[in-house]
């Protein structure tokens, strides 16, 4: 089943005047259309009800469109005049690979039209050269945000997400051809004023709708129910207490399946109580609500809106294995830019991933973050507790950023 995710969707890449880069990036935001492909040859009535279970699945009119938006990062460079790299990524797209895993595939059509001479504010504007080409991809397999791969050149590496705030799982190395003489044409005029390449973009979904209508009729009812039983509290056997004190009760089956740690804790409980207590003494009431649905639906939502939150929680997830949710976190943190973490969290996650070399990439990039923020460390309430608790931690920060 073919669905269309971005139709004919018009793309202007403007190349600027200045001196030739080692390589040309764009990043460009899709809206998703969701409806049926023209390809696709089937009875209208069932691609409608089709796309209608699609949108429901995606919430389409119940989420912000934000969170339906694809991305679309274009790298062209003059060791390769033949072809551009792309990466196409967006939590539309983590979510169908979470519920249907391999069987999602995406396809990509690029239209090269024309470059246009256009100076700043456009003011010198004429077509320097009709391309008219049109290239398509095969399917596409999906990657989520923490199974990186290498790229497909060495020398041609795939574009990144940088200061993207779209994250989610992502097709890259997709490499698409030129139209002939582009990169030359491009070079010779831009020397005169910007230049812009007009392009058209379309986006399929692959999918067996079988897959589709399963999800719909199946795991989206499983995960409301299961939402529904930690709601209503229905036959509660353990609880959580939290730093504040607060008792939040819970089933330890969730509990057990998810995280051998605390698997071997109810173990270890007395069977014979009427209610096990789980004692998370150094953890806020709202990062245990966060755990808890995602123990229970393996879906959490505040973590994306607070960097705090989520800094607390993937150290929760590391603390008691709970693997998946800290892959989670670690490849939304990849995702963020700077702005997105205040100085607390952030020296926070730096000190939690000194612990390991597996969370290099994480410190290094927290590393980053402090340096962005002047003032605001220096008067943040954990930079002078570090010195203080941890100068092994300090000094390493300190270290790290003079020598980067």
């Not at 429901?56 to 009119?61: F, K, R, T």
């Not at 460079?77 to 249907?100: A, D, N, Y």
């Not at 607070?306 to 995702?335: D, P, T």
């Amino acid at each position: 089943m073919l669905i269309s995710l971005a139709k004919n969707h018009p793309i202007n890449l403007r190349i600027g005047k200045e001196s030739w880069e080692s390589s040309w990036r764009w990043q460009i935001t899709l809206a998703t259309d969701i409806e049926p492909s023209e390809m696709e040859q089937g009875q209208p009535e069932n691609l409608k009800k089709y796309c209608e279970k699609l949108k429901d699945i995606l919430g389409v009119g119940k989420t912000a469109p934000s969170s339906r938006n694809l991305c679309i990062h274009f790298q062209m460079s003059p060791k390769f005049p033949t072809k551009t790299c792309i990466k196409l990524h967006g939590k539309v797209l983590e979510k169908l690979m979470k519920l249907c895993g391999s069987q999602i595939k995406v396809m990509l059509e690029v239209n090269f039209n024309e470059l246009i001479q256009g100076g700043e504010g456009g003011n010198i504007p004429g077509t320097i050269k009709n391309f008219s080409k049109q290239f398509k991809t095969s399917e596409l397999t999906l990657t989520l945000p923490h199974h990186q791969k290498k790229s497909a050149s060495a020398e041609f590496p795939a574009p990144t997400n940088g200061s993207c705030s779209n994250s989610g799982a992502f097709c890259e190395n997709i490499e698409i051809p030129l139209p002939e003489n582009f990169i030359d044409t491009c070079n010779n005029h831009r020397a005169i004023s910007d230049i812009v390449s007009n392009m058209i973009v379309n986006i399929w979904l692959a999918v067996d709708d079988l897959c589709i209508n399963h999800i719909g009729d199946g795991f989206l009812s499983l995960q409301r129910t299961c939402a529904e039983i930690l709601n209503r509290q229905i036959y509660i056997d353990a609880a959580i207490v939290c730093a504040n004190g607060s008792i939040l009760p819970c089933h330890q089956c969730y509990l057990a399946v998810r995280s051998p740690v605390l698997s071997t804790m109810l173990k270890s409980q007395p069977q014979n109580t009427k209610s096990i207590r789980i004692e998370m003494l150094d953890v806020s009431e709202d990062c245990v609500k966060a755990l808890l649905t995602y123990l229970y639906t393996l879906e959490t939502t505040e973590p994306f809106q607070n960097c705090r939150l989520a800094v607390e929680l993937f150290q929760v997830s590391h603390k008691y294995e709970i693997s998946s949710l800290g892959n989670h976190l670690g490849g939304m943190f990849s995702e963020k830019s700077n702005k997105w973490f205040d100085a607390n969290a952030a020296l926070d996650l730096f000190r939690f991933t000194r612990q390991s070399e597996k969370f290099t990439q994480i410190k290094l990039q927290m590393i980053s973050v402090l340096k962005s923020k002047g003032k605001l460390l220096t008067e943040s309430e954990n930079y002078m507790r570090l010195f203080l608790e941890d100068p092994s931690a300090a000094m390493e920060m300190c270290t790290i950023a003079l020598t980067q």
